[in-house]
């Protein structure tokens, strides 16, 4: 099976409900996957770790997470749901974020930012 994982290394402002925020990075699924794999895994914790070696303290952090179209709405709704509560958890068992700090927000495939696969993602904003 193609492993469908991209990592962007973007960083940009953004205004989100009035804040600022920057995207620390987006992760993609395979097809109604919604688990942290362990490649993901090891580039979050290297980002994270990144930040917090230069003193920078996340004390903010919004999860947004999406899907393909392919389903139903309902069952999209529910997908994206559990890729934002995996990584709420990773993030905050892993990461040693505070999971107060943690915003987790899902949009099914409401937010399409192209065709297919490159619509299975999660985008981890920091505020």
Known sequence: ??????????VF?????GQESS?????NYPSNAFDVSPEMAKMI??????????????????????????GSFDYNQQLSSQR??????????QCQIPKEAI????????????EGEVNRRTEIHLH
């Open 23 to 27: 995207l620390l990075l987006s992760v």
């Open 84 to 93: 934002a509560e995996a990584m709420t958890h990773f993030l905050s068992t």
């Open 103 to 114: 915003v987790p927000r899902f949009y099914g495939f409401t937010q399409p930012i192209g």
């Open 13 to 17: 402002s953004n205004a989100i409900l």
């Open 45 to 70: 914790r290297a980002k994270v770790d990144s930040l917090q070696a230069e003193g920078d303290a996340i004390t903010a952090v919004e999860i947004v997470s999406h899907t393909d179209s392919v």
């Open 1 to 10: 099976m193609r492993n469908f994982l991209f990592l962007a290394l973007l």
